[in-house]
């Protein structure tokens, strides 16, 4: 049986109680970093077996892995904080499981991105994750198109290192878009705050930087109410909402109405003529 365990995200007391009997049933763990899950195993005395598993040896450890299962071992999945599968590897053991019908389960528990979701005072409706945001600035912008064009609310992970640059892009496309920046959560000096980005962004100048963060980016006008609009203006209207170059507002016009770029620009050219 593979149990898949969620673990503490910062604070060790949010480890379930279930976690914590399977931890010490189990015939082998794995784990990301064996270093940084021994604190953790340790503070509860959970003395087992550690196996590194993570993004780099993951498929050279499968077929182990797999056939330690079908002995009849046990053996649980740990990240490093949080649940796995969630921006953590796991995904492709769970595939191969299913394939192989090899039993698994998951122990549920912590996880950041249910913990901001809960932090947010959202009502229920769509929202997204999109992950960690994107490290190459073309790529990022797109991400961040991706999510202010979303008809609901976006969450993604960044690291301290990123935080300047996504917020930076973020304020060069929508710099009074409401967004929500949340900061080691169950740690000590945790912190939500609630502004537009270019508020967050100058708080954040005299503010501590370390530790690990999620960014919320709140839902903002349909793109619906775009698609009544012809296109030209279409394009003129993201071109100045959003800080875009024509051609980046075409690529998202296109996106939007669902049609190609080749047919937009088609279309423009043609109204142009006429």
Not at 158 to 166: A, N, P, R
Not at 205 to 219: D, V
Request: charged share 25%; glycine share 6%.
């Amino acid at each position: 049986m593979l149990y898949l365990i969620s673990t503490p995200i910062g604070n060790l007391k949010d480890i379930t109680l279930r976690a914590i009997e399977i931890l010490n049933d189990v015939d082998l763990i794995l784990c990301e970093d064996t270093r940084h899950s021994k604190r953790l195993l340790d503070h509860y005395n959970i003395q087992k077996p550690l196996k590194s598993y993570h993004k780099f040896n993951e498929l050279k450890e499968l077929e182990q892995i797999l056939s330690l299962l079908k002995e009849g071992k046990k053996i649980a999945l740990i990240s490093d904080a949080g649940t796995p599968c969630i921006q953590d590897p796991g995904a492709l053991l769970i595939q191969s499981c299913q394939k192989q019908n090899l039993p698994y389960t998951a122990i549920p528990g912590p996880c950041a991105l249910a913990m901001a979701f809960s932090l947010s005072a959202l009502e229920s409706g769509p929202f997204q994750f999109i992950g960690f945001f994107p490290k190459k600035p073309s790529e990022l912008k797109q991400a961040l198109l991706n999510c202010l064009d979303y008809d609901g609310h976006s969450f993604g992970y960044l690291s301290t290192h990123q935080l300047e640059d996504v917020l930076g892009a973020l304020e060069s496309i929508d710099s009074s878009r409401e967004i929500t920046l949340f900061k080691e959560l169950t740690k000590l000096h945790e912190s939500v705050i609630c502004a537009k980005v270019s508020v967050i962004k100058n708080l954040l100048k005299s503010a501590q930087r370390k530790g690990e963060f999620i960014l919320m980016i709140k839902k903002g006008e349909s793109s619906q109410n775009y698609l009544s609009l012809p296109i030209d203006e279409h394009v003129k209207e993201l071109e100045k909402t959003f800080n875009l170059s024509t051609n980046e507002a075409i690529k998202v016009a296109a996106k939007q109405r669902g049609i190609s770029k080749r047919d937009l620009y088609k279309i423009i050219k043609g109204n142009n003529e006429d």
